[in-house]
């Protein structure tokens, strides 16, 4: 009680010289009148860290991670740096470990101050306190300017510290205000918690600690739970999606100068505009500010972040660029601000224009206001915006007010009742009534039911959609991709439709179940639409494609004429037949599964290629015959209640921006190329056009999966204009190495004696280095060089090429695969290890989870370098984290069971990375530290100068990107350890490096 906190004494040091029988040691601070029958920070007006799980308790009995476990021998330190004045005031906490800083949080100074305070609970613990400890404040790593509350801070991460009142937990970036040169920052989502009450924004420098950013004057923010925008009030307005772990939240603005200066603030989601607000800078200006409100949340910030207005691309740009007059657009809301002669106010999409059958759009009404006045319809593109649709010539619209129908006229006709707020008003054209397009024949919906139909004279130049809003507080939100699917415009069968949401319908016969969507045919090159799995169902029975208008709704698409389709279960592509070819990866739930027309091969008769993708990164393609009558999309189910959401005009065009390449007469499946020739066309090549190499991308490979009839297909580089119909390396600026002989052919149709024939199985790579004075192409085999070519590059560069020339070729290709350097094998080329490995692909350096019919665990064991004094340490990159990012990382022994993650059975200790836990030889985990990315190094080691006497027990350590993570204490099995790696989740992709 001698040591109060806040005056001159800031800082202690407790050793622990017995962990007695459980550790459970907290030290930490609390108030003077604090319960000695409560562990420091479990009641309030205290905080510790606890020695036996190494978690930061906080007014609370329930603890967060924080940092590994205490050993016997530790010192832990706990102070405090600095006071913050606000109401409260208000102490950073900080602790250390045998030296070095583990984290701080903010706390309020309860009345009378924090006293160190240090409780025990189990037989046999000792400890030794030092209150004359000091702490250098320049020996440690420093924060950047800063105020927080309730939450810790470790590095860039952001963790969110529960409280018994369950406050909000701030954070802020106080050093320097948003300016011209600071003007974005982001946000990333690493752990969404237990609600996701995440917010994101800018606040002034003296935004209350206890406030989500937004609720209060002088901020304004994003919130990820509900994707609503908060601006200097705690009701919220619709502003976009909520964001979900994983996502990347940015946050950015523009200075208006002027009297009273203004901020345009702006927000994106994945690198995708959301939208913009307009705010008043306070005093002071305006700061980056996170605030988290619930248990296990976790944010990384990046106050670096790039941010470049043409790269970033908003799904609503058409709204954001129309015409409006005293309304305020923010993303895809719109808000009635009127003026003082209380004049209509009105918003045009210009950019979109209603010219085509089944153009259609929906409003969401948000607020109803103080009358209802809101008008929804279409006008011609200089409609007078000081007028509601439907008043004046050219124009239609239904009044939500008194739900009448006004065209072109001041009166109004009865129509439907009045609409309510949180009510969805469609306006739509269901076609022309003339091939002049003279007339047309608009319909509205409510709520996704049909409400009526008029017909009106089309304008010069069209109709646009436009909304007029004419009372205060009315506000709506627009949708311009919206769809409206009327009984006219689909086929269905044992299925429920529940507005854009397809349902399967289950039966005692467990017969098919189909929809087809006859608004949208699907014979050109652009047609796409787009399925998200919202109900995945046991299996997974869903098929996407396309089909006939006639096409039989007993039976899913792609097994019968006329049709094609991807099926989720197995990954399959079925065309006209009911037995499916290996394809791509099966689709899980939230798979958003695409399919389109790429191209006309030929007219007669119409030949096109078909494609399809995953969550925007393309599957394959492959040519089809269009049936007469043309394709339709369509998706089918069985036995299985499975749903999808249908979107037959998805924003954005997302096959436009997937993986871009040429070929002739090659099936793409993925990133499987299959031989597709003839008799008479027999040269099929493949040309990656999307990336040419240079210094970012100067290597790919290609694995032989089959020879065919003459033999191995050939990898090399051509200029982007090559013709398909030659192999690479026969014409001028190309060069190629030839699988079927080994020989390298360069420019012209005479070959050069190389290296000695591929063969299936084998890995061919080719890339460029341009570190020499001259560039070069080489090739490798396996992962060993073969030989290298100098080239001149010609304009416009080299692009991957794959050629092919008889039935049965077939290739896989990759273009993420890290280029092989010529110092691979001193860093721990894999060439140079002997391996013991399971569910587990080596191609060159880097090792990837090939998942099997069970989803068993795979890995990978050193035999080679068994963990010795002399060698103790090995390190694992973490290239992709895959699905699920569950990498195991530890020691285990020789010959362990590789379908058990290391850690899980005796004999094996390991750090997880997709839970942070430390597995000790039982398949219960222990909080060790936060969970690892892709990017991360994980190393581990012994340390031989912490063993026991007898050498049976000694103690693992573990770091990340070289900084350690904990240690621990454990038994040695028979024949030693040796370094130890297991994946379970597809798209998971390492690196060991010895």
Known sequence: LGHCFGSNFTYYEVQVIDCGTSGMIGIGLAQRDYPLDRQPGWNRGSVAYHCDDGKLFCETGFGQPFHSPAQEGDTVGCGVSRIISLDPETAVVFFTHNGKKLGEMTLPIPDGGFYPTVGLHSEGEVIEVNFEATWNIGSLPQAPNIRHMRVVVEGDKITYLNNQANDVGVFQLSGCPMNASFCYYEVTVVKYGAKGTIAVGLASCDYPLNRQPGWNKGSVAYHCDDGKLFRESGAGQRFHKPSHQGDVIGCGCHLVGGPKQKAEVFFTQNGRLMGKVTIDVPRGGLFPTIGLHSAGEVVQINANAAWNETTITSPLQSLLSGRHERVEVTGDTVRYVGNLANTVGAFQAVNHPMLSEQSYYEVHIIDIGTRGTIGIGI????????????????????????????????????????????????????????????????????????????????????????????????????????????????????????????????????????????????NDPGSYYEVEIVNYGNHGYIAVGLALPTYPLNLMPGWSSGSIA?????????????????????ARQGDVIGCGVSKVIRSLPKTVEVFFAMNGVMMGQITAIVPEGGFFPIVGFVKDPGGVKINLMPTGRAHASLPKFRCERIDVQGNRLLYAGSSTDRIGAYQLVSRKLDSDFSYFEMKIVSSGVDGPSAIGVSGRGYPLNSMPGWENGSIAFHGDDGQLFCGVGRGNAFDSPAREGDIIGCGLNTSHERPEIFFTRNGTKMGQFPVTIPDGGFYPTIGMHSEGETVDVNFSVKQLGDNALSAGHLSSLRLHSERVHVRGDQMSYVEDARASVGGVQVLSHPITPSFNYFKVQ?????????????????????????????????????????????????????????????????????????????????????????????????????????????????????
Not at 388 to 393: A, F, K, R, V, Y
Not at 566 to 586: N, V
Not at 909 to 933: E, P
């Open 878 to 994: 973490v290239i992709s984290g895959g699905q699920r990012g569950t990498i195991g990382v530890g020691l285990a022994h020789r010959g362990y069971s590789l379908s058990n993650q290391p850690g899980w059975l005796p004999g094996s200790v390991a750090y997880h990375c997709d839970d942070g836990m430390l597995y000790k030889g039982t398949g219960r985990g222990q909080t060790f530290f936060s969970s690892s990315n892709s990017g991360d190094v994980i190393g581990c080691g012994i340390d031989f100068a912490r063993k026991d006497r007898g050498g049976k027990w000694v103690t693992a350590f573990f770091t990340r990107n070289g900084i350690p993570m904990g240690q621990a204490r454990v038994a040695v099995p028979r024949g030693g350890f040796y370094p130890t790696v297991g994946m379970h989740s597809r798209g998971e992709v390492i690196m060991i490096i010895i």
């Open 379 to 522: 006008a011609g593109r200089n409609y007078p915006l000081n007028q509601q649709p439907g008043w004046s010539c050219g124009s239609v619209a239904y009044h939500c007010d008194d739900g009448r129908l006004y065209k072109e006229s001041g009166s109004g006709q009865r129509f439907h009742t009045a609409a309510q707020a949180g009510d969805l008003v469609g306006c739509g054209i269901r076609h022309f009534t003339d091939l002049s397009l003279q007339q047309a024949n608009v319909f509205f919906t409510r709520n996704g039911t049909k409400i009526g139909e008029t017909t009106i004279i089309v304008p010069i130049g069209g109709f646009y959609p436009t909304v007029g809003l004419h009372s205060r507080g009315e506000t709506v939100q627009i949708n311009l991709a919206a769809q409206w699917l009327s009984n006219e415009m689909h086929r269905s069968q044992r299925v429920r439709l529940n507005g854009k949401v397809i349902s399967y319908v289950p039966n005692l016969t467990g017969e098919v179940g189909c929809f087809q969507a006859l608004g949208k045919r699907m």
């Open 566 to 586: 991807y099926d989720c279960d197995d990954g399959k592509l079925y065309q006209e037949q009911g037995t499916g070819r290996d394809f791509y990866f099966p």
